[in-house]
Structure formats: structure tokens, C-alpha cells
């Protein structure tokens, strides 16, 4: 079987896996939930085989695309679940994750058919940049879904409909508390990925890469990220307001990664 | 045969088959508790038993010869005690026997027997029923097997469900909403407004969460100070300008006065959110009339709940507790396999201890009058000898013990245990003063409801 199959398969087996414990939470039935859990498991082998597959055929850190970094987030969102054990799996916190993870491995699929051979000059300072750049955009993933979770029990909570999605949901104070984490961690290490990827430019290029579509685009990203720990910490926001602003900062860090190309000047 | 066959029986009465005025009267405090362990003990009818006594129900869980009779004379000695007429008991008393009797004793120690159902506290009291019960003499070896595997199933239920997790009270669904809203409330202000029964309640449940600051307004601080005292919090009067101030720095604030006109107003709330710089405030108005104007909801950062909502959250909460029954099921069914393996092993194991003991005596007979004929043998050669006459006992004995034990688990059946031991002659060592269970024939019964009189 080609990679394409492979990439199907794990796809079914992710798909299956969400729609079940989506069920399964859903019934509150323990014997599904094993199954689900189950599923989850297959995803996540499938998916892992896929993504080692892809990073095998690489020649480099820099050879990544930008497929490999919706799947790799993807990755770690089932990573995540799997490692939550039997009752994390059909949880509503696995099941957001989960929605955004697989959004992002079918976004990864779309953007592998437009991958194009690689550009750049390899260097170690490129592999740091790229590693760098892929663990802080997982990061606002993670932060993007923890905002979702707090609105959807923020509305819950305005709605007065304690369902099952209020049982199991935490609190918005830890919600608000994670999402304020993994924005400030991703913010920090975008912010090194781009010191990395100028310092980069200057070396290998010989040029500082400033105008460069790309990384006005993601100096925008930042500044966005950085307003938002700005309110955050000063608090002059209502927190609904400041998760809005999370998906949309979240929204640029998506446009960011499928319309601007990497391609240098 | 010396094997005596013994039942296991619940006989009690709770609040799906008794009135309160019966249960009150029944209701036996540790004495009394004692005085009819005592008289089942001192019995031949009941070996071996556990009285369980709580304000919704009583139940004398006992091993004995007949379950009928069992019953009967723990109602006696439960009439004797409490001077309840016997006829009275068994008109409203349930028996059930057998394997119903222990998945009853797990159904009842997960709380799914309960009025509240899914409620904790009852695991504490059968636990506490069965240490007394331990302490009297009155369990022997079958009873505290069962004890411990009831016991373990409900916590078991506790631990690996939320049956018992979620509120049920209104008091406590105030906490918990609260806890949605802030998390954990170590480092919260709470402010309580009102000293009368439910916001007592609640205050206690808040100062159960170890709040940074729990304050008291009431009209009359003596009573406020009372509460302030018991839940260790501060108590102040009740005036506008006190509650405003309060407003500004609380995290949640709960009221219960319900004097017919607002005490938090939308202009106060409005003016405290003005220095909380978004910081969010949970109200909950437990009163009837409210206490809150209900257009301080309009403020994005207030989370105002009234009664309604809260009852809502209960029903919620039990709701969920429901959907935790199958599980909980599925681990008293558990409970009861193994419980029921565990009585096939004890007929089984006494016969192949014996056999072993057989196979031991008779290498030991041979060893001594080999050791006569062959007087000049060294202690090495003994030894060499003693090792080998072993191991042909063994793996003589090896397949019959496995094949039986085997047997006698899969099916239940004693009678594979009953024929090795009739094959190698072991009756009379292994039957002497044993008894067995009678398991499998489970049953339950009750008195016609029709024929119950109304209590005077």
C-alpha cells in the first residue's frame, strides 16, 4: 500500500474513533467507551505510522511541509487522548481536542497534495527554526481548543443547559488558566522561531528577511498573541471576550500556515 | 456426611417497603444493634450475621440452616428489642436469599438501593455494621469474605464511577456551580447573606472548600456570629453600604433572606464591577422571593443563578448518577462471580489439602519401613529417597487436583470435590464440621402489600 491509503485508512480509523466516543459520552455506556477507546488507539497507530512515513522521507528538518505540521499537531492531539487513559477518551475535553486534531490531519491531507520539492538550504540553525516554529504553532493549538471548550461551557453556563458537556467540562477559571498557558508558551517560542529564522537569513542568505511576506504575517501572529496576554494579565476584559479573540488569533495562525507561502523573495 | 447445607438471607425493611413511623421505631442505635447480634449468635438458627441500621432501613444479613427460619427468628429478636410487634415486621419486611441476597448487600453498599439514589454515606454504615459485627463474634469466615467483597464494590462504584460524585442538594449544587465557574475556591471571597436554615447549609458546604474569606451578613448578628463561629468565617450586620463594599472584592456571593425586595440591586453590582476589571462574580439567589434583581445578569461578567437554575443542576446531577447504574452493575455482577468462586473454592481446597496430607502420611510410612529393611542407608541416600517418593506423590496427585479444582470451579459443583475425597477415603477428615453453602438457588419474597395494616 502507498502512503495514500495509509493516509485514508488512518483517516477512517480517526474518524470512526470521534463519531463513536462523540456516541459513546453521548449514552454514558462503559462497554462503548472501551470501544472507543479502542478506535482512538488505532488512530493514533495509524496516524503515527503515517507522519514517521512522511518524516523518513524527508532529507531534512527544513524539507518539512506544511501538511506535516497539521499533521503533526494532529499527532499530538491523539497522543494526548490516548495517554488520558479509557475514561479521558469519551471525556469533552478529548472530544474538542479531537475535532480540532482531526480538522487539522484532514487540512494535512489537502495541503500534501499541493506540496511542492524543498527550497531552502539546510543548516542546523534551520532545523532549530523549524522545530521551534512547529512546537509553538501546536501550542496555540492546544491554547485555540481549550478556548473553545470555555465557550462552549461559558454558554452552557449563560444558557442554564447543565447537560453532560457541563458535567464533564472543567471550570472556565481552568480553562482560562490553560489557554492563558499554552498561548504564553507558543507566543515564546514563535517569537525564538523567528529570532532563529532572521539570524538564518542573515547567515545563509546573506539578508535580514523583514519584508518577507511570511514573516510579517507571523510578526502579526505574535502581536495578536501578545495582546491577548496583555489583557489577560491586566484583566480589563471579560474572559469570553478575550477566548473570542483566541479563536480568531488562532483563525490568522491557520491563514498564516495555508495562504502565505514559504517560499523566500 | 458430616457437611451441614446453610443459606445466606437478608431480611429487612426500608423505605420502599415500610412507612417512616415503622422505620423510626426500628431504627436500633449500637446497643441495641449488639443486644440482637447477641441473641443471633447465642442461636443454632443463624451462624453467622450483620445487622445493618440506618434511618431508612434496617436489615439483618445471616448464614444459616434455612433461610425462612433464619428470618423469622431475626425478626424476633429484632421484636424483642424494639417491642414492634413481630406479625407488624413481617408484614413490611423483604427476605432475600442466596446469590439475591449478596447482589442485594452490593446494590445496597453502592447506593442504588437508596432514597437518594447513588448516595455515599451508606457504604460507611455497612462498614461500620460489619466491624461491629466482627467485634461481637457474630461473622465468621463466610460472612467476612462477603463483607469484604461488599465493601470493595462500593467502593469500587465510588471510585471508578461519578454515581456519588454530583450534587443532590441545593446547598451543595451552589458549590458546585460556583466551582464551574472559579475552580477551586482556596483562594475566593465568599460572601453568605443570611443566617436562616439554607444559607447555613450552604455555608457550611463553602467552608468545607476552605475559602480565602468567608463572610456573614444577617439582620441579627448574633445569629450571623453563631454561623461565623461554626464555619469559621467573619459576621457582619446587614446594611447596604456593607454588602456594597463586599460586592466589590467577593468572588460568590449567596443569598437566602427572601424579605420580598432586592438586597442586591442592579445598580450595586454595577458600580462594584467597575473596580473588579472583569474579574467574574457568581451570584446564587437561593431565596423565595428573590434577593437579586435579576438584571445583574446583564453585566458579561456576572453569573447569576436563582433556585430554579439550581434545581436544575440536582436534577441534572441525579440524572447522571442514573447513567452510572449500568456500570455499577456491571461491577456488583463482578462482586458476585467472585464471591461465588470463591465459596466453589472453599469446598474444593479442604479435600486437596487432605489429599496432599494423604500422599505426605503414606511416603512417610514408606520412608520408615524402607529405613528398616535398609538400616545402613547414609542421610545423603535418605534424602535422595525422601525427594524422589515426593515427586511420584506429587505428579501422582498432579492432574486429579487440577482436573478437580477445575471442575468444581466451572460448575459449582461440590460433588467433584465430594468424589476424590470418596476415592482416596478422605471423608471423614475433610467433612467433619464443615458446611456448605446452598448457592445457586437464589429467591426472593415479600408479605402481600395488600394484606399490610396502617400503622396507629
Not at chain 1, 85 to 100: D, F, I, K, Q, W
Not at chain 2, 74 to 92: H, N, S
Not at chain 2, 128 to 157: C, M, P, Q, W
Request: aromatic residues 8%.
Amino acid at each position: 500500500m502507498d502512503m495514500g491509503t495509509w493516509y485514508v485508512l488512518s483517516m477512517v480509523a480517526y474518524a470512526l474513533a470521534l463519531v463513536w466516543s462523540g456516541w459513546s459520552f453521548a449514552q454514558a455506556r462503559p462497554s462503548s467507551t472501551r470501544i472507543g477507546y479502542g478506535l482512538f488507539v488505532a488512530a493514533f497507530a495509524l496516524v503515527t505510522a503515517v507522519f514517521l512515513a512522511r518524516l523518513a522521507s524527508l532529507r531534512g528538518a527544513a524539507d518539512y511541509s506544511r501538511g506535516d505540521l497539521a499533521l503533526f499537531i494532529a499527532w499530538l492531539m491523539i497522543t494526548v487522548t490516548v495517554a488520558m487513559g479509557r475514561g479521558g477518551a469519551s471525556s469533552p475535553v478529548a472530544l474538542l481536542l479531537n475535532a480540532v486534531g482531526f480538522g487539522l490531519a484532514l487540512l494535512a491531507g489537502g495541503l500534501q497534495a499541493q506540496s511542492s520539492a524543498p527550497f531552502l538550504p539546510a543548516s542546523s540553525l534551520l532545523a532549530l527554526h523549524v522545530a521551534l516554529a512547529v512546537l509553538g504553532d501546536t501550542a496555540f493549538a492546544f491554547s485555540f481548543s481549550f478556548a473553545l471548550m470555555h465557550l462552549v461551557l461559558e454558554e452552557r453556563l449563560r444558557r442554564r443547559l447543565f447537560d453532560r458537556w457541563y458535567l464533564h467540562l472543567p471550570s472556565l477559571a481552568t480553562l482560562d488558566s490553560l489557554a492563558l498557558f499554552a498561548s504564553a508558551t507558543g507566543a515564546g517560542l514563535l517569537f525564538l522561531a523567528m529570532v532563529t529564522g532572521l539570524w538564518w537569513g542573515d547567515r545563509v542568505l546573506h539578508q535580514w528577511l523583514l519584508t518577507w511576506p511570511k514573516f510579517m504575517v507571523t510578526a502579526f501572529c505574535l502581536m495578536l498573541y501578545v495582546s491577548y496576554l496583555v489583557w489577560r494579565m491586566r484583566r480589563r476584559v471579560a474572559t469570553r471576550a478575550m477566548m473570542v479573540f483566541q479563536v480568531i488569533c488562532f483563525v490568522v495562525v491557520l491563514s498564516n500556515l495555508l495562504f502565505v507561502g514559504g517560499r523566500l523573495p | 456426611m458430616g457437611v451441614r447445607c446453610v443459606n445466606i438471607f437478608v431480611v429487612g425493611l426500608s423505605h420502599k417497603t415500610a412507612p417512616v413511623e415503622l422505620r423510626e421505631r426500628v431504627s436500633l442505635g449500637e446497643t441495641e444493634v449488639r443486644h440482637v447480634l447477641t441473641q443471633l449468635r447465642d442461636s443454632r438458627t443463624v451462624l453467622e450475621s450483620v445487622v445493618v441500621s440506618t434511618c431508612n432501613r434496617l436489615e439483618i444479613y445471616g448464614l444459616g440452616p434455612s433461610a425462612r427460619a433464619g428470618s423469622d427468628f431475626a425478626l424476633a429478636a429484632v421484636a424483642k428489642t424494639t417491642g414492634v410487634d413481630r406479625d407488624v415486621l413481617w408484614r413490611y419486611a423483604y427476605v432475600r436469599e442466596g446469590e439475591d441476597a449478596v447482589r442485594h448487600g452490593m446494590r445496597v453498599a453502592c447506593g442504588i438501593d437508596s432514597v437518594v439514589f447513588g448516595e455515599t454515606q451508606i457504604l460507611g454504615q455497612m462498614r461500620d455494621a460489619y466491624h461491629l459485627s466482627l467485634e461481637e463474634g457474630a461473622t465468621g469466615s463466610v460472612f467476612n469474605r462477603l463483607f469484604r467483597e461488599i465493601i470493595h464494590v462500593g467502593k469500587r462504584a465510588q471510585t471508578e464511577t461519578s454515581i456519588g460524585r454530583e450534587a443532590v442538594s441545593v446547598s451543595y449544587a451552589a458549590v458546585q456551580l460556583a466551582r464551574k465557574v472559579l475552580g477551586e475556591l482556596h483562594d475566593k471571597q465568599v460572601v453568605v447573606i443570611g443566617a436562616g436554615h439554607m444559607a447555613g447549609l450552604a455555608a457550611r458546604h463553602f467552608g468545607a472548600q476552605k475559602p480565602k474569606s468567608l463572610l456573614i451578613f444577617n439582620r441579627t448578628l448574633e445569629r450571623a456570629q453563631a454561623l461565623a463561629a461554626e464555619v469559621g468565617g467573619g459576621a457582619h450586620p446587614l446594611d447596604e453600604d456593607g454588602i456594597a463594599q463586599a460586592l466589590a472584592h467577593a468572588d460568590v456571593v449567596l443569598t437566602a433572606i427572601g424579605q420580598g425586595r432586592y438586597v442586591v440591586t442592579k445598580e450595586m453590582v454595577a458600580s462594584a464591577m467597575m473596580s473588579r476589571r472583569g474579574r467574574p462574580l457568581v451570584i446564587l439567589d437561593i431565596a423565595v422571593p428573590r434577593d437579586v434583581d435579576p438584571e445583574v445578569s446583564s453585566s458579561t461578567s456576572v453569573y447569576l443563578y436563582d433556585v430554579d437554575d439550581l434545581e436544575g443542576v440536582v436534577a441534572a446531577n441525579l440524572e447522571e448518577r442514573a447513567r452510572q447504574e449500568a456500570a455499577v452493575e456491571a461491577m456488583i455482577e463482578e462482586g458476585v462471580r467472585a464471591f461465588s468462586q470463591w465459596l466453589a473454592e472453599q469446598e474444593v481446597v479442604p479435600v486437596i489439602a487432605a489429599l496432599h496430607r494423604r500422599g505426605e502420611a503414606i511416603e512417610r510410612e514408606v520412608m520408615a519401613s524402607l529405613l528398616r529393611k535398609l538400616p545402613h542407608l547414609t542421610e545423603r541416600d535418605q534424602k535422595v529417597i525422601h525427594k524422589h517418593m515426593m515427586s511420584i506423590v506429587h505428579q501422582l496427585l498432579r492432574e486429579p487436583v487440577k482436573n478437580v479444582k477445575e471442575l468444581s470451579l466451572q460448575s459449582g459443583d461440590p460433588s467433584y470435590a465430594e468424589t476424590l475425597a470418596a476415592l482416596f477415603g478422605l471423608e471423614p477428615e475433610t467433612s467433619h464440621n464443615r458446611v456448605r453453602v446452598e448457592w445457586r438457588q437464589g429467591s426472593s419474597y415479600a408479605a402481600d402489600a395488600a394484606r399490610r395494616p396502617a400503622l396507629s
